[in-house]
């Protein structure tokens, strides 16, 4: 299965019911194992939970830290890019040349990286006293 069929599988479970606005995500551990992740709404909107953190939460839970790839896809007229949280999850646990794919349920794409997505990123280097 490729990482945009695992993303669109998992985009049907998006729970959407206030923005009918249905992501999925799903990313390829260092392992080579892939972790999936769709939208979860609250009525209280800032509760949610996006595709892409959900995706990274299941790879954390299977025991991995870095992934190698991501796709992420929506219903959206131009593909979707990860809102500005988690760009900077997907940067923590992404290397920047890491390869992600932003898609269209009608079939468009935008081939980009995690560098790219978040520029001049904020690392645990920058925590570094040394």
């Known amino acids: 299965m490729t990482l945009l069929d695992a993303a669109t599988e998992v985009r049907k479970n998006a729970y959407a019911p206030y923005s009918r606005f249905k992501v999925g995500a799903a990313l390829r551990g260092k392992s080579g194992a892939v972790y999936q992740g769709c939208n979860v709404e609250n009525v209280a909107y800032p509760e949610g939970v996006c595709a892409e953190a959900g995706a990274i939460s299941a790879m954390v839970a299977a025991g991995e830290t870095e992934f190698v790839e991501l796709c992420v896809i929506a ?34 794409k935008l081939q980009t990286t995690v560098g790219d997505l978040l520029p001049g990123r904020f690392d645990a280097g920058h925590m570094d006293r040394a």
Do not use: I, N, Y
């Open 75 to 108: 219903d959206s007229p131009t593909p979707v890019p990860p809102c500005g949280g988690c760009r900077q999850k997907l940067a923590e646990f992404g290397r920047p040349e890491v390869p992600v794919t932003l898609a269209t349920t009608d079939g468009k």
